[in-house]
């Protein structure tokens, strides 16, 4: 795997950093052995994690003129996901609470540890841990028995911190030990300015303990989409589990507001609390061009205020000319 290391030249325009470059170094965070993955999409749609995807010729340049405007969010970035080339940065480096987005790197830490096929049963304290914290909630109902893979539609969809907290408990196993390994994971993907104090980002034990920057939720999410068992689910705006052996019945919906809404859009999470606000981590193909990035902190004003946000930026990205 690799990850961007960032040699950031600078021109503002408005106060705003609108030319960056990423490099690339290797990195080696293992993805989920194929075999482990459960893959709810029709056979002739599901992408082979066994064959690498092919490599597509590099789109033209994008030249940068102006910024986005209109974008209340605090903090955000946007880069061409197949180059690193920063096209826009706000405030990249600020530290801030980033909500749900946390859910992305539990997902890479259970992927990463394999065996999606592993049976989980649903703990009983989980009602307690949502209840507690007023947490989002996938319904599950304890003594229920799922899959890892389940497990995880159940928590990057509809966004459950329930099932995180599952997830956390199994591959830890326990809480303690699973946020090492999610701290282990950000610095190995040189995610310097990044701190878990929980699988799913709730606010405990403060409003501010868990959190991260522009900058290295990009790179988590450049390194969550290159797994294709991650890009499966969060593209999804919907999944469905029926009534079975040792389980309910589940239907959980993709909170991402993009997701069946703008053109292109392949991911990935959003995420609010009071003090994050709403946030946004993205991944949008169009014409040959992907992009990537995340807006932190936009203003409370509907539940899709990050979305709104998110697609100014984009608007403004796909829009720009290529040289």
């Not at 010729?57 to 955000?76: D, E, F, N, Q, W």
């Not at 003090?275 to 539940?303: M, Q, Y």
Request: aromatic residues 6%; glycine residues 10%.
């Amino acid at each position: 795997m690799r990850i961007p290391v960032r040699v950031t030249v600078t021109a503002a325009v408005g106060g705003v950093i609108v030319g960056s470059v990423i490099a690339w170094a290797t990195a080696s965070p293992a993805p989920a052995p194929a075999s482990a993955v459960s893959n709810p999409r029709p056979a002739a749609e599901r992408p082979d994690p066994a064959r690498p995807s092919p490599s597509p010729s590099l789109p033209a340049p994008v030249k940068i003129v102006g910024a986005p405007g209109g974008v209340k969010a605090l903090g955000g970035e946007l880069a061409v996901a197949t180059t690193g080339s920063l096209l826009w940065s706000r405030d990249q480096q600020t530290e801030r609470p980033i909500g749900s987005i946390t859910k992305v790197m539990t997902a890479l830490v259970v992927m990463q540890a394999g065996d999606l096929n592993r049976q989980i049963r649903v703990p009983q304290s989980v009602l307690a841990y949502v209840a507690k914290y007023g947490a989002n909630s996938a319904g599950l109902h304890p003594g229920d028995v799922l899959t890892a893979q389940q497990l995880l539609e159940a928590m990057l969809l509809p966004s459950g911190c329930d099932a995180a907290y599952t997830l956390a408990l199994a591959y830890g196993p326990g809480m303690p030990a699973f946020l090492a390994k999610m701290n282990a994971m950000a610095k190995k993907l040189g995610m310097l300015h990044t701190h878990f104090t929980s699988p799913d980002g709730l606010p405990y034990p403060t409003e501010t303990s868990t959190f991260s920057t522009p900058a290295d939720l990009v790179t988590m999410g450049l390194a969550a989409m290159k797994l294709p068992a991650f890009r499966a689910i969060v593209d999804q705006q919907f999944y469905q589990i029926k009534k079975g052996p040792g389980h309910h019945a589940y239907w959980w919906n993709n909170t991402n507001q993009l997701i069946g809404h703008y053109p292109g859009a392949e991911g990935i999470k959003d995420g609010f609390t009071n003090a994050a606000l709403h946030c946004l981590l993205f991944e949008v193909e169009r014409n040959g061009l992907t992009l990537i990035g995340d807006v932190l902190g936009s203003p409370a004003t509907g539940p899709a205020s990050g979305a709104v946000a998110a697609t100014q930026v984009l608007n403004w990205g796909f829009g720009l000319p290529r040289t």
